[in-house]
């Protein structure tokens, strides 16, 4: 039988079924979709803003600043996590891929993006490291929507203090497309042909610059981006761009092959529909596979659905919220005026989530384990509004390995 089935697969669903595997449990992950890992930045998120500074909202040191964070906000996930279980998860997930994410120092990085706002972040992949230069290129080739190298520029010079210049190429990624997504282009930039025609044109428009903002489109394999510096001749550094999200396309089949090469028995394309519970905990979860329910049993489940972005919470026309699967209750959600017209203003409802133990067990209003055997980590948590904060991935990963660490009765000591 299953040891442990992990519901979810992104990145705290995956994160979780690895350090499981790897701690010799036999782990059977199922999931709906493919997770939401390949929509973001393929960065590591620990703490990007916080609301107390209006001047400066920007964290510079993310772990220093987490106990006086929680301290703040009782209810984030950060305050069932210390900041050192927070470090040593993410810093462990970067050996996981060290090919993929540069490892931490401490410091926040920051990255460019499309619209050329410098974004904190914590681990970032080799291509998003800033050399700090005094000048940059920004080019963007004419076939790509979302990204205007002449606005990117004009905002990098205030955002960067940079000297900055947009310019344009026109190659497209496949013959006759007047518009191409950052998926064709990358799969184009995986072509040693195509590549060196890409940097040579590169290399052809722009000036004398120190350093090459291109878009995050420099390949689904790992070292593109390294060959295609190298035939530059410049540092390159690539520019975060909305969904779908190349550099989270790379995060997320690395996190994949790591599963599977670690037993991970994934199971995809069903949704996970109800559950058994016997003596306070659950005993299998039912799967609707090709129109017909199957249970899967295990010792410990772990319930990584995310939040109302993958439908594990949802508002009906009622303004009644619900968490969808287990029914676990979600503190705070009888409050009135969940959303407010103030459009500027963070909206209490997606702070809504499950309340947890410090082992990751969902808990009632009297702090209770619902179930012994049930854990929620990632987006299902409770008390963070990840986008604003920038908080979602070390939230994810932290809770992950806590969780995992607790089935396998061990401290998280990474």
Not at 51 to 75: C, I, K, N, Q, T
């Amino acid at each position: 039988m299953t040891d442990t089935v992990v519901i979810g697969s992104g990145l705290a669903g995956l994160v979780a079924a690895i350090r499981l595997a790897l701690s010799d449990q036999q782990v059977t992950l199922l999931t709906f979709g493919m997770g939401g890992t390949q929509l973001g930045q393929g960065t590591i998120d620990v703490l990007g803003y916080t609301s107390d500074d209006p001047d400066d909202p920007s964290v510079h040191w993310p772990f220093d600043e987490l106990p006086r964070y929680a301290g703040a906000h009782p209810r984030h996930p950060y305050a069932r996590l210390s900041a050192d279980q927070v470090r040593r998860a993410v810093d462990w997930v970067a050996t996981l891929v060290p090919d993929l994410l540069v490892p931490g120092d401490g410091r926040n990085h920051v990255v460019p993006t499309a619209v050329g706002a410098m974004r904190p972040t914590y681990l970032v992949q080799p291509s998003m490291v800033w050399p700090d230069p005094a000048s940059v290129a920004v080019v963007g080739p004419r076939q790509i929507k979302d990204f205007y190298p002449e606005m990117t520029a004009a905002n990098l010079e205030k955002t960067a203090e940079v000297t900055a210049k947009g310019y344009h190429i026109d190659l497209p990624a496949r013959q006759g497309e007047a518009e191409s997504s950052p998926v064709v282009y990358a799969t184009a930039l995986d072509n040693h042909q195509f590549r060196t025609g890409f940097a040579t044109e590169v290399a052809r428009v722009i000036g004398d610059e120190e350093a090459v903002c291109l878009p995050a489109i420099l390949g689904l394999q790992a070292d593109t981006y390294q060959k295609i510096e190298q035939l530059i001749g410049r540092p390159v550094v690539e520019t975060l761009l909305p969904p779908p999200s190349i550099p989270g396309m790379r995060l997320n089949e690395a996190l994949l092959a790591i599963a599977k090469e670690a037993g991970v028995r994934l199971i995809t394309g069903s949704k996970v529909v109800g559950f058994e519970a016997a003596s306070g905990r659950i005993t299998a979860v039912t799967l609707r596979q090709a129109g017909r329910d199957q249970a899967y049993p295990a010792d410990s489940f772990v319930y990584a659905g995310g939040g109302f972005e993958s439908g594990s919470l949802t508002m009906d026309s009622y303004g009644e919220v619900t968490e969808t699967l287990f029914g676990l209750p979600l503190p705070g959600a009888d409050q009135p005026r969940l959303i407010t017209g103030n459009y500027w203003k963070d909206q209490k409802l997606f702070s809504l989530g499950v309340d947890v133990d410090k082992t990751m067990r969902p808990v009632d209003a009297t702090g209770q384990a619902i179930y012994n055997n049930l854990y929620a980590i990632g987006g299902l948590l409770a008390g963070a509004i990840r986008w604003t904060e920038k908080s979602g991935d070390a939230i994810a990963v932290a809770s992950a390995v806590q969780a995992s660490d607790s089935i396998v009765g061990k401290e998280t000591n990474v």
